[in-house]
């Protein structure tokens, strides 16, 4: 299945996308998509239900996060081998964890906001994991059991918050509003047989910036969820996005970041697109 949710901020209702690309709406079934629907058997009960036989959405809604009620936004750092290279930082020994705040969530094609004064904006396409199961050390060999799905995410990123100004840690630069699009979809997991055989891209203004697949990752999604349930205790609803390959704006020689009026399209297979515009604080 694919999950989504539509309408205005705030305001968005539950829905799934079927066969033909065509929103169907569930509003009339359960009142949104939250931590407790992602469970396996949640998850069971959705799955049965004629896609055909729900209403039809008109037009094209905005796309909101699809769940609502995410505890926690753990993003994992230099997990490409090529992008550690082209940001002159070693190859991690063990997974690079660091928080967004969940004030930076944003729908998939929402405006990302440029902060007043920042000269470093810059870009990340990024698979994330969707917590469905209470986990807490598990072994790799079943951690993927829990996870519901996977979605597509932007870890928009402020390099001058995050390294001049960031005090050894990361999570200044990013966790500023609108620096968490993700979506369109949550995609359930049994649509996704292997999360390490994705392609996945990122353009600006029409320019190819990031091409790469998940089989490059130095740390895979089993290795990352079990990891993260040894320091912390996994919920449904939680996201770990997984990091991003090379092909970022700082990796450029001179480099290059965003600036108002640029437009960022990114994809992953089978997971979606999103698109987003930079804008000026207002």
């Not at 901020?9 to 929103?23: C, Y």
């Not at 000269?119 to 996870?147: F, M």
């Not at 965003?258 to 698109?275: F, H, T």
Request: net charge negative.
């Amino acid at each position: 299945m694919k999950l989504l949710r539509f309408g205005p901020l705030g305001h968005e209702k539950p829905g799934l996308l079927d066969a033909d690309g065509g929103i169907r709406d569930l509003s009339g079934l359960l009142p949104d998509f939250t931590p407790a629907s992602l469970s396996p058997q949640a998850l069971q009960v959705l799955a049965a239900i004629d896609p055909t036989r729900l209403p039809l959405v008109p037009g094209q809604p905005r796309l909101g996060t699809p769940w609502s009620g995410m505890g926690k936004f753990v993003a994992v750092g230099l997990n490409y081998r090529d992008h550690a290279a082209e940001a002159g930082m070693p190859i991690p020994k063990e997974p690079i964890l660091f928080p967004k705040w969940l004030s930076c969530l944003s729908g998939p094609d929402d405006d990302v906001v440029l902060p007043a004064g920042s000269t470093q904006l810059d870009w990340e396409v990024e698979l994330g994991i969707v917590i469905g199961r209470t986990a807490r050390k598990v072994p790799v060999a079943e951690a993927l059991e829990y996870v519901a799905g996977y979605c597509l995410a932007n870890d928009i990123s402020e390099r001058a918050w995050q390294i001049e100004r960031g005090g050894g840690q990361w999570g200044k630069g990013k966790g500023f509003d609108s620096f968490g699009p993700v979506g369109p979809w949550l995609v359930t997991r049994d649509e996704v047989p292997d999360p390490q055989k994705l392609d996945l891209w990122l353009s600006l203004n029409g320019e190819r910036m990031q091409s790469g697949n998940t089989a490059t990752m130095i740390f895979n999604c089993a290795e990352l969820v079990s990891h993260c349930s040894e320091v912390m205790t996994l919920e449904p609803g939680d996201l770990i996005i997984t990091g991003t390959p090379p092909g970022v704006g700082l990796g450029f020689k001179p480099p290059r970041f965003l600036k108002a009026g640029d437009v960022m399209e990114l994809g992953i297979e089978g997971l979606g697109a999103q698109r987003q515009t930079v804008v000026a604080a207002r």
